[in-house]
């Protein structure tokens, strides 16, 4: 959305609940709709990029309004100092329960944010300090130059700003890159590490940011109802919240406002209809709930808003800004990157065996062998991706054994995949711009307040230029799904080329791809090695491998069967046996 597109939601925002003749009970339900739709945005970004599931958001909107509630009511603070009061007490919550939650995945992450809620809300029902089951009372309501807000006109106005500028600062967020490193934890995790963004500190940070976004709503809730009390803060609300965001859209930000509206009012009608229809004291609303989603997700398994709104047209960054700094290449002809006896074994089964070869800078060398010789095992070995059982792996003269692979990407590898990993919710060039997470500097607080833009110029600058180089500059805007599986490839290997490395990692960067591209592609190689750049290639295709290797490592079962000159390397009688299965 353009800026001016946020004003005039922002207008709305101020100038809706005074509309001549609107009930005093419709401006209620917007109030409502409102603070469940900032639940629901950060929801969209825990759930629908970050792909974590987490059923505590209701419980983490209690830690904010029970915090103003208690500094308001106990010790006179004003509402908005309990704002920050709220924010910090919501941050350092989450904070506690990611350190202990986020180290599940799938439904165990689910489930643990479950005990969380129930926890919370047990504790909010137990404590005297906050009035047990029957809460804290009297909480002042916000006020202007002694302007009391107590009107819900006024009321919903205030929410109604709060949720523009939550959606906006969100967006923001995911307009940045810690945003593209949240999106690759869905489906790019192990790419987006190669590139090093750290996962851990990612799902942390979209997990307090929902919880921020939560404890933001608690505030607003307690000083508009002026009173607080466990039940608002319970699992079933914390499956309300969840369930908006999934019937508007998790994966899309204006889906977190209709998917509060659709519920609300619907949860309203059925309180409304069902004890006419099921009798009084019946509550049913849970199960008809219940039956709606399932139908909901059988229909529209990505939601409502994909359904209702045009395909959204890919943003066209600034790519016209002067690129990051070139990456120098260490001296041609030292030592880049070494295996020294390098052993994995999975089970009984040793897929990699005394695996030994040094990689100098300025040179390309070929890792051949036939299917099953241990070469992609080789290559997570070298990344990080996988540990020795015994060996070491030396990067520059340094042992990087036992390290990760963000680390190996701080210390300058970078690789490309078997099998191409691409963030499917990223376009082109904004996948290669993850490759530049390391050379970035901008913190999540920079991006929320848009003080990262010439950084995120100098970004795309640099993504632009890599994917010029790979010759998929007309690509740029596309999405990642619209690619062929050569054209993926190619994208890989300038993701690659963007976190600025002086060592590279391919594993059968050919695969897929015609000749005119094979030919593209072995010019840039030829270029990269002639810059400095240590090449370590796997290829299948022999007669490209053949023409652009200086030398070559020849594996056979998880071992080194023969190293040398391609000319040489061609005429060995064990490397044409392992092809060929002998001379018969």
Same mark, same amino acid.
């Given at each position: ?90 941050? *350092? ?22 005990? #969380? ?10 404590? &005297?300090?906050?009035?047990?089951? &029957? ?39 995911? &307009?940045?890159? #810690? ?17 090093? *963004? ?9 997990? /307090? ?56 009012? *619907? ?20 199960? *008809? ?23 959204? %047209?890919?943003?066209?960054? &600034? ?24 052993? @994995? ?29 241990? %070469? ?16 070491? /792996?030396?990067?520059?003269? @340094? ?56 950084? =995120?110029?100098?970004?795309?600058? =640099? ?122």
């Amino acid at each position: 959305m353009k800026p001016l597109h946020w004003l005039a939601l922002a207008a709305l925002a101020v100038l809706l609940p005074w509309l001549p003749g609107l009930p005093l009970f419709w401006v209620s339900l917007a109030c409502q709709i409102g603070i469940s739709a900032i639940i629901a945005t950060g929801l969209v970004v825990l759930t629908g990029v970050a792909g974590m599931t987490s059923f505590a958001q209701a419980s983490l909107m209690g830690i904010g309004a029970y915090a103003t509630a208690v500094l308001s009511t106990n010790y006179g603070l004003s509402p908005w100092l309990g704002l920050p009061a709220a924010l910090m007490a919501s941050l *350092v919550v989450a904070l506690a329960m990611g350190a202990v939650t986020l180290r599940l995945s799938g439904h165990y992450l689910a489930l643990g944010t479950i005990a #969380w809620s129930v926890s919370l809300y047990y504790l909010y029902a137990n404590l &005297d300090i906050l009035g047990r089951n &029957d809460g804290i009372s009297g909480i002042p309501p916000l006020s202007i130059a002694g302007w009391r807000l107590i009107d819900i006109r006024a009321s919903a106005v205030v929410i109604g700003l709060g949720l523009v500028g939550a959606m906006l600062t969100t967006r923001h967020l995911l &307009d940045s890159r #810690w945003g593209r490193a949240m999106r690759a934890l869905r489906g790019g995790a192990v790419a987006a590490a190669s590139v090093g *963004v750290e996962l851990g500190q990612a799902r942390m940070l979209a997990f /307090v940011y929902a919880a921020v976004l939560a404890g933001f709503a608690g505030w607003l809730f307690a000083h508009l109802q002026r009173a607080v009390n466990p039940t608002p803060f319970g699992l079933v609300a914390g499956i309300q919240y969840l369930l908006m965001a999934v019937v508007g859209g998790a994966a899309h930000l204006p889906g977190a406002l209709l998917g509060a509206i659709l519920v609300v009012l *619907v949860n309203n009608a059925l309180q409304d209809w069902l004890p006419h229809l099921v009798g009084p004291g019946v509550n049913a609303e849970t199960v *008809v709930f219940g039956l709606a989603l399932v139908l909901m997700l059988q229909a529209a398994p990505t939601g409502l808003w994909p359904l209702l709104a045009r395909k959204s %047209k890919p943003r066209h960054h &600034d790519v016209t800004a002067a690129a990051l700094p070139r990456t120098l290449m260490p001296a041609q002809g030292g030592v880049a990157l070494q295996a020294i006896n390098l052993q @994995r074994r999975f089970g009984g089964l040793v897929a990699v065996a005394d695996l030994s070869f040094t990689l100098y800078q300025g040179e390309l060398l070929g890792l051949i062998g036939p299917n099953g010789a241990g %070469k992609s095992t080789s290559f997570n070995l070298l990344s990080g991706v996988t540990q020795p059982n015994h060996g070491r /792996v030396e990067l520059g003269g @340094r042992d990087m054994t036992g390290s990760s692979p963000q680390d190996m990407a701080r210390c300058g590898i970078a690789r490309s995949f078997q099998h191409a990993k691409l963030v499917q919710s990223l376009t082109v060039i904004e996948n290669v711009a993850l490759g530049t997470h390391l050379r970035g500097a901008a913190s999540p607080v920079a991006a929320v307040l848009r003080r990262d833009r010439a950084e =995120e110029a100098r970004i795309f600058a =640099e993504a632009a230029i890599q994917l010029e180089r790979c010759g998929l500059a007309d690509l740029a805007d596309a999405s990642a799904t619209e690619l062929a599986l050569g054209q993926q490839r190619i994208v890989e290997i300038a993701r690659a080329l963007a976190a600025g490395p002086s060592v590279l990692l391919l594993d059968e960067p050919a695969a897929g791809l015609r000749h005119a591209e094979k030919q593209a592609l072995a010019a840039l190689l030829r270029q990269l090695r002639a810059e400095g750049m240590a090449i370590l290639l796997v290829e299948h295709d022999m007669e490209f491998v053949m023409s652009l290797a200086d030398r070559l490592v020849v594996m056979d079962f998880g071992t080194v069967i023969a190293e040398g000159r391609p000319q040489d390397v061609r005429r060995n009688p064990a490397v044409i046996e392992a092809y060929l299965g002998g001379v018969a």
